[in-house]
């Protein structure tokens, strides 16, 4: 089966980058025709749709983050990465690694998901 794990520090500062790795087994990163997608829920709150790659390498972003996130891959490795800069507390979630379907509307499609890690951005 696939199997996504997410993995980086839980505690950013304000105003630094949030770095998140997620290592992909049982799928390659560059099989036709997923995305991979990373979603976030702060904590009381709902999931929130953050950027996707898709498998030929084009990056798709939420309009609300795109100018603070960047989704890259590892192909070698078959990791894919996400950054997300000057982050305040608010950005404080967990984060989600997911494979997405193409052609899906940006919360459908998921099939198979990270167990999700916690990030916490405090001084």
């Known amino acids: 089966q696939v199997q996504l794990q997410e993995s980086g520090s839980g505690l950013v500062k304000p105003s630094q980058t949030l770095s998140l790795t997620c290592t992909v087994s049982?799928?390659?990163?560059?099989?036709?025709?997923?995305?991979w997608t990373w979603i976030r829920q702060p904590p009381g709150k709902g999931l929130e749709w953050m950027g996707a790659?898709?498998?030929?390498?084009?990056?798709y972003y939420s309009p609300s983050l795109k100018s603070r996130t960047t989704i890259s891959r590892d192909t070698s490795n078959n990791q894919l990465t996400l950054r997300l800069s000057s982050v305040t507390p608010e950005d404080t979630a967990v984060y989600y690694c997911?494979?997405?379907?193409?052609?899906?509307?940006?919360?459908?499609?998921?099939?198979?998901w990270g167990k999700g890690t916690l990030v916490t951005v405090s001084s």
């Open positions: 997911v494979r997405q379907i193409s052609n899906s509307g940006y919360m459908e499609g998921m099939d198979y």
């Open positions: 049982g799928d390659s990163i560059t099989t036709a025709y997923y995305y």
């Open positions: 790659i898709h498998y030929n390498g084009n990056t």
